[in-house]
């Protein structure tokens, strides 16, 4: 499956203007767990799975000896290889990350951001199987597998730390439903033969301060267009939330539901990641 053969967004397009929106959240935390490794970072040889416009790639190269990617959309593949301007230790192409162009042991380390919603369509998650033993084949032994996901808690429409999905709660309910939960991801890397599974809560953002400051953004355009669940929404829909958070933004509710997030944010976070080591 490529990333922009999404059954619910184009990727083509939400990538004209993710980079207005969307942060490299939690990339120092990455860090921190592939230096795990007994390999030094900096000889270290790393791969990032659907890697959009190249913001992780882009940080990560500078602390390690190679990295490569592996994208599914020509826009995001154009984006990042402007990003990194030709830099001589990073190796992007357009491709499939169920099915991997590398040798086996190849990689001290594989990172995968916001991805595996992406890959399965039927509730039982058959493509992550897919995806975690292509992982487990091109690690190394002792390698490191990093996955930024969310949990339920967060994407919850009504109680999680996104304020904007209480106006859309047909998509956020249909989102939630492509994101398998944390202790069944857990179950899958077991089953997959991965051992010392960490789940750790990063700090940080994954929105610009905008996001966080003023609620009409939620109305643009170009917000919708980066945030891959409003595709799950019809125009009418659209249009009902539209109006929804306008009369929230009128009477100021809004802003409550802000300070909630905002509040839930510090002890939740906005995202998770999932480590795991291929066995030696």
Known sequence: MHRNESTYCDYNEAFNVYDQLR???????ILQIFKQNETPLNQQRILEGGFGTGAYIDYIRHHVKEIYGVEGSDEGYRQASQKV?????VHLQVGNILKLPFPDDYFHGYMVNQVLHHLDIDPS???LNIFLNEAKRTLQ????????????????PHSGVYWNYKFIETAAIAIRKRYIPLEALVSRLENSGFTNIKTTIP????????YYEDPTIALEVDFKKGD???????????EDSNASLRAAIEDGSIYE????????????GEVVIVSACKPD
């Not at 390698?143 to 967060?154: A, D, M």
């Not at 891959?228 to 659209?238: K, M, P, Q, T």
């Not at 539901?257 to 939740?268: N, P, Q």
């Open 228 to 238: 891959s669940v409003y595709s799950l929404l019809s125009e009418e829909a659209i």
């Open 125 to 127: 998650f058959p493509n």
């Open 23 to 29: 942060l490299p959240n939690a990339s120092e935390k």
């Open 141 to 156: 032994p002792g390698g490191i597998l990093v996955i930024n996901t969310c949990s339920q808690e967060q994407l919850h």
């Open 203 to 210: 700090s940080g953002r994954i929105f610009h301060d905008r």
């Open 257 to 268: 539901e802000m300070r909630r997030t905002t509040f839930l944010k510090a002890k939740i």
């Open 85 to 89: 301007d030709g830099a001589p230790n």
